[in-house]
C-alpha cells in the first residue's frame, strides 16, 4: 500500500468552471476526510465519511462543494462554478475507525489555482 | 477566535538548539492532542500524539500537554536542519466525532 493517493496534484481553472478532486485512500481505512488548507493557515475540516456515509459537512462546505464515497473506497470532491476564494490546497485523509486517537494519514493534497 | 491558537513563526534557531512550540486551545472536551509535521508541498505527517495531560517522549520530540491551562507543547532537542518545516498540533474530541481540528501551523527553520 503506497498510503493515500490524490490526483490531480495541481489543478489551474478559471473562474466559473467546474473542478473534481479525486483522493484513494489507505485500502483497509474505512473512514475519509476532506480538509482545506490555505497558504499559511492549518487544514480546515471539510466533511468526512465513514465507509459509504458522509457522516459530518462544515458549515464551510457551501452548496457549490459536493463530495462521494459511492462504494466506500476512492472519494471525489466536486466544486461547482469555482471563485477564486476558493483557491486553496485540498488535503484528504484516511483512517480507521477510532477505538482511541483518531490518526489520519493525509495525502499530499491537490492544489487548486482558480484565475 | 480560533478553536486552536498557534503562533505562526518564523521560528529561527542554529542546528543542535532545542525547538519549543505551543499552541493553546479553548474547547475542554478535547481529549487528544498530536503534533503534524508538514513540509513544503507536502501533506502533514503525524509526529506523535499524547491522551489527555501528561508528557510523551519519542526520541528527540517530546510533548506536553496541561489541560487545566488548554496550553500544549513539543519540544525538539538536537535540532537538524531537516527538522525544518512547518509543525501542526491537532486536536480531537471522541463527542465530536474525533475529526481534528488543527493549530495555524508554526515554521520552524534550523540553520546549518
Known amino acids: 500500500d503506497t498510503g493515500v493517493s490524490q490526483d490531480p496534484r495541481h489543478k489551474i481553472t478559471k473562474r466559473g468552471q467546474n473542478v473534481t478532486f479525486r483522493c484513494d485512500p489507505i485500502?483497509?481505512?474505512?473512514?475519509l476526510y476532506w480538509y482545506r488548507q490555505t497558504l499559511g493557515q492549518g487544514p480546515e475540516f471539510l466533511t468526512y465519511f465513514q465507509n459509504e456515509a458522509q457522516l459530518e459537512k462544515s458549515r464551510l462546505l457551501s452548496n457549490r462543494f459536493s463530495a462521494e464515497r459511492p462504494k466506500g473506497s476512492f472519494s471525489t470532491l466536486e466544486i461547482q462554478r469555482t471563485e477564486q476564494g476558493d483557491s486553496a490546497m485540498y488535503l484528504c485523509?484516511?483512517?480507521?475507525?477510532?477505538?482511541?486517537?483518531?490518526?489520519?494519514?493525509f495525502g499530499a493534497g491537490s492544489r487548486l489555482t482558480v484565475l | 477566535q480560533k478553536e486552536v491558537e498557534q503562533d505562526p513563526g518564523p521560528l529561527s534557531v542554529p542546528e543542535g538548539a532545542i525547538v519549543s512550540l505551543n499552541c493553546t486551545y479553548s474547547?475542554?472536551?478535547?481529549?487528544?492532542f498530536m503534533w503534524y509535521r508538514q513540509y513544503s508541498r507536502k501533506g502533514p505527517e503525524l509526529l506523535m500524539y499524547?491522551?489527555?495531560?501528561g508528557n510523551k517522549e519519542d526520541g528527540r520530540f517530546t510533548a506536553q500537554v496541561d489541560k487545566s491551562s488548554k496550553y500544549i507543547s513539543l519540544f525538539i532537542r538536537d535540532s537538524q536542519p531537516s527538522d525544518s518545516a512547518t509543525y501542526l498540533c491537532a486536536m480531537s474530541a471522541v463527542a465530536a466525532g474525533n475529526k481534528l481540528t488543527f493549530g495555524g501551523g508554526t515554521r520552524v527553520l534550523v540553520k546549518p
Open positions: 499524547t491522551y489527555s495531560s
Open positions: 485500502s483497509e481505512h474505512n473512514r
Open positions: 485523509a484516511s483512517s480507521v475507525v477510532p477505538s482511541g486517537a483518531n490518526v489520519l494519514t
Open positions: 474547547n475542554s472536551a478535547f481529549q487528544y
